[in-house]
């Protein structure tokens, strides 16, 4: 049982906007900043979105982060194949005084 | 460019020890906290440990407290994670992450990782 929570899976199709959720709680998202990992089959984590909302230099526009309370968003547009991938939150927890991982969103390109 | 190079896993038994190494190189070391977060098979992301850019604080997670130890050389651009009375759920890849500072915990650079069984 992860401490940040996200749902098993996702899916869309090519070009959709396809949005993953993170719901944490006032000790971690609530007070912290989240940052988003893309993980490809295979190969290490990839810091996706940082500080809640920050791209990566390199990282498309198509990606982008968002933040309320103590619930965070990853939202993918113009879905591509490539984007086939687990989608991790993380979030420094006050209360555990660690780091945090969201069970991850496995994302499947239709 | 930033290289994180993992070493020391391999197969052991319980209640052994291990000693995992993390290389660093393309940025400066000395600057920065490094962690250290497994990944069980077919599992998601678990956080291990950090250390402070000047290896004056470290944090754990819960299940490692009392057996895992996260250092860090500043000399020689290496972080390592010496793991004692290991248990079968300590099974993972385990990779070392770069955390700059002012980044908001965020691990900019990750190695490939580097695979520990334990198993009778």
């Known amino acids: 049982q992860s401490v940040l929570t996200q749902a098993p899976s996702a899916s869309g199709t090519p070009g959709q906007r396809v949005t993953i959720s993170c719901s944490g709680s006032?000790?971690?998202?609530?007070?912290?900043?989240v940052n988003w990992y893309q993980q490809l089959p295979g190969t290490a984590p990839k810091l996706l979105i940082h500080?809640?909302?920050q791209r990566p230099s390199g990282v498309p526009d198509r990606f982008s982060g968002s933040k309320s309370g103590t619930s965070a968003s990853l939202a993918i547009s113009g879905l591509q194949s490539d984007d086939e991938a687990d989608y991790f939150c993380?979030?420094?927890?006050?209360?555990?005084?660690?780091?945090?991982f969201g069970g991850g969103t496995k994302l499947t390109v239709l | 460019q930033v290289q994180l190079v993992e070493s020391g896993g391999g197969v052991v038994q319980p209640g052994r020890s291990l000693r995992l190494s993390c290389a660093a190189s393309?940025?400066?070391?000395?600057?920065?906290?490094m962690h250290w977060v497994r990944q069980a098979p077919g599992k998601g992301l678990e956080w291990v440990a950090m250390?402070?850019?000047?290896?004056?604080?470290?944090h754990y997670v819960d299940s490692v407290k009392g057996r895992f130890t996260i250092s860090r050389d500043n000399s020689k651009n290496t972080v390592s994670l010496q793991m004692n009375t290991l248990r079968v759920e300590d099974t993972a890849v385990y990779y070392c992450?770069?955390?700059?500072?002012?980044?908001?915990?965020?691990?900019?650079?990750w190695g490939q990782g580097t695979m520990v069984t334990v198993s009778s």
């Open positions: 992450a770069r955390d700059p500072s002012k980044s908001g915990w965020a691990f900019t650079d």
């Open positions: 393309g940025f400066t070391f000395s600057d920065d906290a």
């Open positions: 250390i402070w850019y000047d290896g004056s604080n470290q």
């Open positions: 006032s000790s971690n998202i609530g007070r912290r900043t």
């Open positions: 500080k809640d909302d």
């Open positions: 993380a979030a420094w927890d006050d209360s555990l005084i660690g780091l945090v």
